[in-house]
């Protein structure tokens, strides 16, 4: 039985494998639209602090994320004010004992609060706010140098930055 190639049943088979290979565009054109929303919507409350590779943050379980602010970036070898290197940690760790305000800190500090803090009132040092980033390999008293150094140079507010732990660490 030989079947020709316009017979009824040679169109059914043609038709019958021409639906399989078609693929349904709405529907899917409707989930690349959500998924493209939902991503959009939760990626929203992401806060991108500016990171190296040479500090270790360390991890807390705070819920509180930070605002923008002035980034102190403190390395193993060189302090950082919003990325431009200010002074190195041998001379902090070479200052004397009774001496807790560093100077060129402080100065790069006055000069970043006209510029970047734009949210606080100028005379309002309650309301000017500054982040550390320190590795958590860093001598306290560098850290405590920098915390003197910031509120000298009236910042209110002055935060660490660390890494959220996960919420499965923090139950074992």
């Known amino acids: 039985m030989s079947v020709s190639m316009g017979s009824p049943i040679r169109r059914h088979r043609a038709r019958k494998h021409a639906g399989l290979n078609h693929m349904a565009l709405i529907p899917f054109i409707d989930m690349m639209t959500i998924l493209v929303v939902f991503l959009l919507v939760h990626t929203a409350d992401v806060d991108i602090l500016p990171n ?25 070898d060189m302090i950082f004010v919003n990325g431009r290197p200010v002074t190195p940690i041998s001379e902090i760790l070479s200052m004397p004992d009774d001496q807790s305000i560093v100077a060129p800190l402080r100065a790069a500090l006055v000069a970043q609060a006209d510029t970047v803090l734009r949210d606080a009132a100028k005379d309002d040092q309650a309301a000017r706010e500054i982040t550390i980033m320190g590795d958590k390999n860093l001598p306290y008293r ?12 009236n910042y209110g507010k002055v935060s660490l930055a660390v890494v959220e732990q996960e919420r499965a660490a923090t139950r074992s």
């Open 52 to 76: 190296t590779k040479s500090i270790s943050i360390p991890q807390s379980v705070s819920q509180l994320k930070p605002h923008e602010t002035v980034v102190v970036m403190a390395t193993k």
């Open 142 to 153: 560098v850290l405590k140098r920098l915390m003197a150094t910031c509120t000298d140079a």
